[in-house]
């Protein structure tokens, strides 16, 4: 179990403790330290710190950044780097709710699908996946999906 995991590795058990100090959720950082963190490295380098953490996860929580953009974050962190909220910024990974921004995205996907707009309102509405996964990706996951959705 994730518990177990962490209670082996006393290292890890302190940064979780650290982390969770700075706010960061328990059991959301440990499957962040566990999962993502893990897959990058054996080790945690002294440039990802507790805090680093908990301003990751919580930034996922809060819905400024979206999972998908935490991933591509985390590299970033292993090396020398500004900060997770400056990185985020640096890097435009944070997500848009400009009601402009995601109608010019909506309509520029309704323009290059028009047999798969003409299906979904013929009554095929699982094309509205496919469509919002178009939308998505020309937001390279920037934009709030139930925001998009509407």
Do not use: N, Y
Request: glycine residues 8%.
């Amino acid at each position: 179990s994730e518990t177990a995991s962490l209670l082996v590795d006393r290292d890890l058990d302190a940064f979780l403790l650290e982390a969770v100090d700075s706010g960061a959720d328990a059991m959301t950082s440990a499957r962040w330290l566990l999962g993502e963190v893990a897959a990058l490295s054996t080790e945690l380098p002294s440039s990802f710190t507790p805090r680093d953490l908990a301003d990751l996860v919580g930034a996922v929580a809060a819905g400024t950044l979206s999972r998908r953009s935490a991933k591509e974050l985390l590299p970033v962190l292993f090396q020398e780097h500004l900060g997770v909220a400056a990185e985020i910024e640096k890097r435009g990974l944070a997500r848009v709710d400009d009601a402009d921004f995601m109608s010019g995205i909506v309509a520029e996907i309704i323009d290059e699908s028009p047999d798969e707009v003409a299906l979904f309102r013929a009554g095929k509405t699982k094309l509205r996946k496919v469509l919002m996964g178009r939308c998505m990706k020309r937001a390279r996951g920037r934009a709030d999906p139930k925001k998009l959705g509407e």
